[in-house]
């Protein structure tokens, strides 16, 4: 079964420093892969896709992520975290013929002035 | 350009009862998902509407059952509540004739079932 990883429930950085969240993911072919944030309350927001060609992909809000087959993963990062970063942000993956999404179980990211 | 939005924001209900949640998807597109969010967790797929069929389910029980209709919105019905039904639920939209697989989501119904 297809399942996705995230192993850090809590990541806490300072403002002005880079951000790196992981996400693993188990799929035997190459799936679409989506990184989404939600702030308290609120619904997903896309930050950023990638379903083929360049494995780096930018997203909004200076975010990008690197897709890496031979590690099965797909990091998000950032240079430098605002304050406004804090958030939970989830990993997806979708599948060929399907739109389904499997989602990770989520990094809560604090920032720290 | 109108999002996906749903209504109601927040809903309580006691066991027993029957729940029924609305989404109206963004403007062209032809595809509803649904998730619930427990608290801590992420979205778990409930099920996917296109051409007013359910075409895919994940693994919920038949209490939980939807709707779309022939504009796309979309109906969520879940009966016989049970405490563990409490959580956010997310609709997603979605174009399926694109071949992208990208859903945009609401900002969700919060269920408390007490």
């Known amino acids: 079964a297809q399942s996705v990883t995230q192993p850090d429930i809590h990541i806490t950085v300072s403002e002005g420093a880079s951000l790196e969240l992981r996400c693993n993911y188990s799929?035997?072919?190459?799936?679409?892969l989506f990184w989404y944030v939600q702030s308290p309350g609120q619904g997903l927001q896309l930050l950023l896709k990638?379903?083929?060609?360049?494995?780096l992909v930018q997203g909004i809000k200076g975010f990008e992520a690197e897709f890496k087959r031979s590690q099965s993963s797909f990091n998000l990062r950032k240079p430098s975290v605002h304050w406004s970063d804090a958030a939970e942000y989830f990993c997806?993956?979708?599948?060929?013929?399907?739109?389904?999404?499997?989602f990770g179980t989520g990094t809560r990211l604090l920032v720290s002035p | 350009d109108a999002g996906v939005t749903q209504s109601p924001t927040h809903l309580i209900k006691t066991r027993g009862q029957q729940v029924t949640l609305r989404c109206s998807p963004k403007?062209?597109?032809?595809?509803v998902s649904w998730y619930q969010q427990a608290l801590g967790q992420g979205p778990q797929f409930i099920f996917q509407?296109?051409?007013?069929?359910?075409?895919q389910r994940g693994n919920f029980p038949d209490r939980f059952s939807g709707h779309q209709f022939p504009n796309y919105s979309s109906e969520l019905n879940v009966n016989a509540l049970l405490l563990g039904d409490s959580a956010l639920y997310l609709c997603?939209?979605?174009?399926?004739?694109?071949?992208?697989?990208?859903?945009?989501f609401g900002p969700g119904t919060r269920l408390l079932v007490l």
């Open positions: 799929y035997g072919a190459t799936p679409y």
């Open positions: 997603a939209s979605s174009l399926r004739s694109s071949g992208g697989e990208t859903q945009y």
């Open positions: 997806a993956v979708g599948f060929t013929g399907f739109q389904k999404l499997v």
């Open positions: 990638y379903f083929s060609g360049d494995t």
């Open positions: 403007s062209g597109h032809d595809t």
């Open positions: 509407y296109y051409e007013e069929e359910e075409r």
